[in-house]
């Protein structure tokens, strides 16, 4: 999926979805080159692809409405917001 070559302070990224690119900050190693965020790890990166960058969000209440990338922020949502209707 990915290649990751380090030279010095250099990191070089390859993906064939072209989701990745070069950077020299080596304190977040990957970097999204649809906006300015930018993770220590590849996974990080893959789940801000899948759930944030250019996405819709997926999770919607189904009290109020309100719209989520994750799951868990709607859960914790409705855990503070809405206690009365969890069982």
Do not use: P
Request: aromatic share 10%.
């Amino acid at each position: 999926d990915s290649i990751v070559r380090s030279a010095a302070n250099l990191i070089v990224t390859n993906s064939s979805a072209g989701n990745f690119t070069e950077i020299i900050d080596q304190e977040k190693l990957f970097a999204c080159i649809m906006c300015d965020r930018s993770y220590k790890n590849k996974s990080s990166l893959k789940t801000h692809l899948r759930f944030e960058c250019g996405q819709e969000k997926q999770f919607k209440c189904n009290v109020c409405q309100r719209e989520f990338n994750y799951k868990h922020s709607l859960r914790r949502h409705v855990f503070n917001i809405h206690k009365e209707f969890l069982d």
